[in-house]
């Protein structure tokens, strides 16, 4: 399984951002896919994950009314429209793969893309 991220840049507190996760390998209908992010100097910490088949939807509570994860399996992507964003959402976003259940922890995830870069001006 391979993910490609994209979608970054620099915007300004307020403004929105599509970020993208393009999968492709194995069958991935039957995996979940989740975002993470990484600050400087901070651990990796959870955002947002979609069940496989696009069923369900987990957020973390700091971005929960902001942000929107949705899969397209027409396209084999994954998507995370943030919006009014924030200076402390800044950092390195990655999506990442596993089998069947979502999780909010890293280490229960199997495939991980290579990040994008988001950065939120004040």
């Known amino acids: 399984v391979q993910l490609q991220a994209s979608g970054g840049g620099l915007v300004q507190a307020g403004g929105s951002l599509r970020l993208s996760c393009a999968r492709s390998?194995?069958?991935?209908?039957?995996?979940?896919t989740g975002w993470f992010r990484q600050a400087p100097g901070k651990e990796r910490e959870f955002v947002a994950a979609?069940?496989?088949?696009?069923?369900?939807?987990y957020y973390a509570d700091s971005v929960k009314g902001r942000f929107t994860v949705s899969e397209d399996n027409a396209e084999n992507t994954v998507y995370l429209q943030v919006n009014s964003l924030k200076p402390e959402d800044t950092g390195v976003y990655y999506c990442?793969?596993?089998?069947?259940?979502?999780?909010?922890?890293?280490?229960?995830?199997?495939?991980w893309g290579q990040g994008t870069q988001v950065t939120v001006s004040s």
């Open positions: 390998g194995r069958t991935l209908s039957t995996y979940a």
């Open positions: 979609v069940s496989w088949g696009g069923t369900a939807t």
């Open positions: 990442a793969a596993r089998r069947n259940l979502y999780s909010r922890y890293s280490y229960d995830y199997d495939y």
